[in-house]
């Protein structure tokens, strides 16, 4: 069964420590990407990567780390310098730039809760 | 910059009675719109993919359009399950094609 699974779906963060949301993919997709959902706001971008290896800054990337090591694993480290985080985290893929190709699709999400 | 914005942002229907959802957009070069459908605490499903002016498709008792500045999701007889958030998005160049989303329009549809 092909898809996007996220872990854990709940997590709960202490003040100044970091966690790992992980995003996993069995598409075969070259890019993906994390979301942050807040309530009453759009989606926003934290980071995207369309290679291994290779990974860029969305618009709020600030206080938030990844890496791409695999083509199927894209996990997001959310850092003690992220001061806001409690937010559902969203992760997504795409197969790549080509034409009817575009669509990104959505993991279940993880619900990040600062205590 | 890429803009999207839907309204309104949140919709009460009865149960049959048909309507509409606005998503407008400002884009340069547009790569396709996006509708999605969130269930609460849940990811977004992908609906559709609109690419030019005049396209439409349609899904069960739904039905996307799309012209040079807006789009719309009519829903037609809807039912309670129809409830959830809906979504459009249109991707960034800019981005690696990341998706510029809107805020939502909450639908709720009662028996």
């Known amino acids: 069964d092909g898809g996007i699974t996220q872990s854990p779906k709940y997590l709960f963060r202490k003040e100044g420590q970091n966690v790992t949301l992980s995003c996993e993919q069995n598409?075969?997709?070259?890019?993906m990407y994390w979301y942050r959902q807040d309530p009453g706001q759009g989606l926003r971008l934290i980071y995207y990567?369309?290679?291994?290896?290779?990974?860029q800054k969305g618009d709020i990337a600030e206080g938030y780390s990844v890496s791409r090591e695999k083509k199927e694993s894209f996990p997001l480290t959310v850092t003690s310098a992220q001061k806001n985080p409690t937010a559902f985290y969203l992760c997504?893929?795409?197969?790549?730039?080509?034409?009817?190709?575009?669509?990104?699709?959505f993991g279940p999400g993880t619900r990040l809760t600062v205590l | 910059e890429d803009q999207v914005t839907q309204s309104p942002e949140a919709l009460r229907l009865q149960e049959g009675e048909s309507s509409s959802l606005n998503c407008s957009y400002t884009?340069?070069?547009?790569?396709?719109l996006f509708w999605y459908r969130q269930d609460p605490g849940k990811g977004p499903e992908f609906l559709f993919t609109?690419?030019?002016a005049g396209e439409e498709k349609e899904k069960e008792r739904l039905k996307a359009t799309l012209t040079k500045k807006e789009s719309f999701l009519h829903i037609t007889a809807p039912k309670p399950e129809d409830s959830a958030t809906y979504l459009c998005?249109?991707?960034?160049?800019?981005?690696?094609?990341?998706?510029?989303f809107g805020k939502g329009t909450s639908l709720l549809v009662t028996p």
């Open positions: 990567s369309q290679i291994v290896n290779d990974f």
């Open positions: 998005a249109v991707p960034d160049s800019n981005s690696g094609y990341a998706l510029n």
């Open positions: 884009v340069s070069g547009l790569r396709g």
């Open positions: 997504a893929s795409r197969r790549g730039p080509v034409a009817g190709e575009d669509t990104q699709y």
């Open positions: 609109l690419y030019s």
């Open positions: 598409l075969n997709h070259d890019a």
